[in-house]
Nanobody
Framework: QVQLVESGGGLVQPGGSLRLSCAASGFTLDFYTIGWFRQGPGKEREGVACISSGDRNTYYIDSVKGRFTISRDRANNTVYLQMNSLKPEDTAVYYC????????????????WGQGTQVTVSS
């Protein structure tokens, strides 16, 4: 069974931190570009960050640069999104996805998706 499962979401105060995990089963993430996406209430889904299959290239949207870091743990077949200095506007359901392309710049290029994990940033 090919599956991606996100975890690590929750409720956090502004300025706090969370680390999201994306664990794969049924296939290895080593050969995939991995992206994190989010969809806030009443908003369109947007790409947040991605990391190439060889870990050479990473991408972040401007609003999270300097605050979020995407990384890969190949031994555990897991990709992480470390989120620091969280803001209320970061509130969203966060999804991870895997693409077989060396460069994946839109959600249409991703082949596998997780179920999402809720992140709520509020006082």
């Amino acid at each position: 069974q090919v599956q991606l499962v996100e975890s690590g979401g929750g409720l956090v105060q502004p300025g706090g931190s969370l680390r999201l995990s994306c664990a794969a089963s049924g296939f290895t993430l080593d050969f995939y570009t991995i992206g994190w996406f989010r969809q806030g209430p009443g908003k369109e889904r947007e790409g947040v960050a991605c990391i190439s299959s060889g870990d050479r290239n990473t991408y972040y949207i401007d609003s999270v640069k300097g605050r979020f870091t995407i990384s890969r743990d190949r031994a555990n077949n897991t990709v992480y999104l470390q989120m620091n200095s969280l803001k209320p506007e970061d509130t969203a359901v966060y999804y991870c996805a895997a693409s077989g392309r060396p460069i994946a710049t839109s959600d249409r290029m991703y082949d596998y998706w997780g179920q999402g994990t809720q992140v709520t940033v509020s006082s």
